[in-house]
């Protein structure tokens, strides 16, 4: 299996903070993608990158990949309480099925 | 933004029934995807969908599934003879390229069976 398993589990932080999440997975990867999940709601894409890439962002959001050692990092910055959400990372290989970890689980503390 | 859109958004249906879950893609994707959560675990892929055929499925879609697109914008999962374990969110994904580019999934289907 190439799924990727996010670290830590679950993470708490005071608003304005910023959050770290790292994914690691097992074999290789056309993609690494993060996803949010609200609670009871669907999976919100947030950043794809590609496996010949090393960095991207998107507004807070600040996605690491390092194939070399088959790890992925997603930083949000200057934390909201409207970032409280699952977050996802998910590979996919030649067969194009995203293949998601646990996830971790971000509350942001007013 | 265009959405992916699923209903109901949640079904409870007799253990042995047959249960149809239906989602709009968005509208100029190409290839449509269900995936599924059962309470507390990891997204699973069940199926991927392209040019009116399955591309690929995976062990949990076994004879009990189908997926069908019956017209030009919905596309249906359906499970023939629910069990228990059948019971999760079920999402629908759509992309317009199968390659480097992201799934857009569906609030999702809780389903419950009794």
């Known amino acids: 299996s190439q799924q990727g398993e996010e670290d830590p589990q679950a993470l708490s932080i005071q608003e304005g903070e910023n959050a770290t999440m790292n994914c690691s997975y097992k074999?290789?990867?056309?993609?690494l993608q993060w996803y949010r999940q609200n609670s009871g709601r669907g999976l919100v894409h947030l950043i794809l990158?590609?496996?010949?890439?090393r960095e991207k962002h998107s507004g807070r959001l600040r996605v690491t990949l390092d194939t070399s050692k088959k790890s992925s990092s997603l930083l949000i910055t200057a934390s909201r309480a409207a970032d409280t959400a699952s977050y996802f990372c998910?590979?996919?290989?030649?067969?194009?099925?995203?293949?998601f970890g646990a996830g971790t689980t971000v509350t942001v503390r007013a | 933004e265009p959405e992916v859109t699923q209903t109901p958004s949640h079904q409870v249906t007799q253990m042995g029934q047959e249960v149809i879950l239906r989602c709009v893609p968005i509208?100029?994707?190409?290839?449509f995807y269900w995936y599924r959560q059962i309470l507390g675990q990891k997204v699973e892929f069940l199926v991927s969908?392209?040019?009116?055929?399955?591309?690929?499925k995976s062990e949990i879609f076994d004879d009990q599934f189908s997926v069908e697109r019956p017209d030009g914008s919905n596309f249906t999962l359906k499970i023939r003879s629910t069990k228990l374990e059948d019971s999760a969110m079920y999402f629908c994904?759509?992309?317009?390229?199968?390659?480097?580019?992201?799934?857009?999934f569906g609030d999702g289907t809780r389903l419950s069976i009794l």
């Open positions: 994904a759509s992309s317009d390229q199968h390659s480097n580019q992201p799934q857009h």
């Open positions: 509208s100029n994707h190409l290839y």
């Open positions: 969908f392209y040019n009116n055929e399955i591309s690929e």
């Open positions: 998910a590979t996919t290989w030649n067969d194009y099925k995203l293949s």
């Open positions: 074999t290789s990867i056309n993609n």
């Open positions: 990158i590609r496996s010949n890439e």
